[in-house]
């Protein structure tokens, strides 16, 4: 028996559950009730009302993103430049609310938001009961949620960096702020290109946050999708929303990876 | 100036801990709250937010009805669909190990679709595949179940977190060992067991816990596959989103503590192996 066999049931499996159901996607795109037409497809990506919510998901991812980048990489750094256990031992702290159900933790923020925040600041009004509210609202939990997915991928770049390289600029009578721009942010570019994409694709699909905080007041694209599945189904339209979406998690994965094009491996994961 | 830029760093981890920390706390202090109960005998956790005085009846709540159920559930499928990964995914990664250049590249790179795939549109092309089969299938009045649907979902997502940590290891294992392991006698079968396996273990491992927490904390994929059945995600999303009676802070809790000790027993080990590690690298340097 040759040990390639063993892959077998594997790509059995592959092309029944992973491929095969990819192709549902497309089939329900333009195929309503047993026919085939484009109509619905053509219906679906002429309502502006779609691409104005695409708009605002993609904003809101963005906004989520830079907010991650900005928090995470000086925590990142941070841990990086201490002592290895101690540094391991921290690390593993703020990676732990990671493997906190996330349903859970987002269910808090709506408590947090909703009852602790009015009390402490004596506001007879919840926050989330104007739009400018619920969009901070909406960003506060999604930058809650997606922070730990930037910190990783940087704190594993930056703590491989060669420590020697730094020294070499500071020998060569570069100060510590331009070691920094010059030396440590040029190499933890891989970290950072796989920070975004882990936080940013995920950001952009997010329906479960916008649910649950300001009582689903506020809708991204995700939550469109969900509500052409799941809530008034029409096959249809939600597939060729969700071909949209997978359109611009492709393009946007692939802008990253030419970002990164100089590494070797940079996965997303 | 350097001591305070030291504890400038501090200051800053200790705040970004805080807001890590903040909503996990929140829900453990308020679980030991009084919650109103209504006529039906069932709390209303909603009005998570004003102190009612000290109580433990919240975490006897968490071991009746629907939360009980839910959590045995996804403590099933976990456990059931992250074994069945692990099988099918080493196994596969033997197999893609020892495959041409070629097919290998194909198969990994469909493997990664998952990964790649925002969870959302993976959800949905379940959904959608399992509503055509059922369709097909309720022919000859057969229906997949909820429970089979789940299991299914959560082993398709999970293996190619398994082929993709057990690959490293294979790569790092020579060839050498397998055929070493043939000709002193073991056939190819004894060969995988005795020697190639032990020596991905840790691949294999790691492969495993990943699968267990991706299908522990999954809730994207249950809630399109799923139609009657909750998961603890589904159940908590259904409690909190269509503001019902809200959810057992206990749950937290529940959920907290085995987490922490798992996480903190697989740390202190591997510090202390990192440390074993570098003390023997001293002896090692020394002499």
Not at chain 1, 135 to 143: F, G, R, S
Not at chain 1, 221 to 226: H, K, P, Q, S
């Amino acid at each position: 028996m040759r040990r390639r066999t063993f892959a077998y049931p594997y790509i059995v499996w592959m092309i029944l559950f992973i491929a095969a159901p990819m192709l549902f996607i497309f089939y329900y795109a333009f195929n309503v009730n047993g026919v085939w037409t484009t109509e619905k497809f053509v219906q679906t990506i002429q309502n502006g009302i779609y691409w104005n919510t695409l708009f605002r998901s993609i904003l809101m991812a963005l906004g989520t993103t830079v907010i991650c980048l900005l928090l995470g990489y000086p925590i990142a750094y941070i841990l990086s430049n201490m002592k290895k256990g101690v540094a391991g031992f921290i690390s593993v702290l703020f990676f732990v609310p990671m493997w906190m159900n996330f349903v859970l933790r987002t269910y808090a923020w709506s408590a947090i938001i909703e009852y602790a925040i009015p009390d402490l600041f004596g506001l007879t009004n919840s926050i989330t009961e104007t739009s400018t509210g619920r969009t901070i609202a909406v960003l506060l939990v999604l930058v809650y949620d997606f922070l730990p997915f930037m910190v990783m991928p940087l704190y594993n770049t930056l703590s491989k960096l060669d420590k020697s390289l730094i020294e070499a600029a500071k020998d060569l009578g570069a100060d510590s702020v331009k070691t920094f721009f010059r030396v440590v942010l040029p190499l933890s570019v891989p970290g950072i290109v796989s920070g975004v994409t882990m936080v940013f694709v995920p950001a952009i699909t997010a329906f479960t946050v916008p649910a649950l905080i300001g009582n689903g007041n506020y809708s991204l694209f995700g939550n469109v999708i969900d509500d052409a599945f799941k809530i008034n189904p029409e096959y249809s339209i939600g597939s060729t929303l969700s071909i949209i979406l997978l359109i611009f998690v492709l393009v946007s994965t692939l802008i990253m990876n030419y970002f990164d094009k100089d590494q070797e491996g940079g996965s997303i994961l | 100036m350097k001591r305070f830029g030291r504890s400038l760093k501090y200051v800053y981890l200790g705040i970004m801990l805080v807001f890590l920390y903040l909503p996990i706390v929140y829900l453990i202090v308020f679980s030991f709250n009084q919650f109103h109960v209504g006529r039906s005998g069932e709390a209303d956790y909603t009005n998570i937010g004003k102190w009612m005085g000290f109580t433990l009846t919240n975490y006897g709540a968490i071991f009746k009805g629907e939360a009980s159920r839910a959590l045995m559930l996804t403590l099933e499928i976990a456990v059931i669909s992250s074994v069945a990964a692990t099988i099918i995914g080493t196994a596969a990664a033997i197999g893609i190990n020892s495959m041409k250049k070629r097919s290998r590249s194909i198969v990994l790179s469909v493997s990664q679709l998952p990964m790649v795939n925002p969870d959302l549109v993976t959800g949905i092309t379940f959904m959608m595949l399992f509503a055509f089969v059922n369709s097909v299938l309720s022919n000859v009045n057969l229906k997949i179940n909820d429970f089979v649907k789940l299991l299914i979902a959560h082993i398709s997502f999970s293996i190619p977190y398994v082929i993709f940590s057990v690959l490293p290891r294979l790569k790092q294992s020579s060839d050498l060992l397998y055929e070493a392991a043939m000709d002193l006698g073991c056939s190819p079968m004894q060969a995988l067991f005795k020697a190639v396996i032990p020596d991905i273990m840790p691949g294999i491992t790691s492969g495993f816990i990943m699968a267990l927490t991706m299908s522990l904390d999954d809730f994207v994929v249950s809630y399109f596959v799923s139609d009657l059945r909750s998961t603890l995600s589904i159940y908590i999303y259904s409690r909190a989103a269509h503001g019902t009676k809200g959810v057992n802070p206990a749950l937290a809790t529940i959920i907290f503590i085995p987490l922490v000790t798992m996480l903190l027993v697989v740390n202190l080990r591997r510090l202390a192996k990192d440390r074993e590690y570098e003390i023997q690298n001293k002896k090692v340097k020394m002499k």
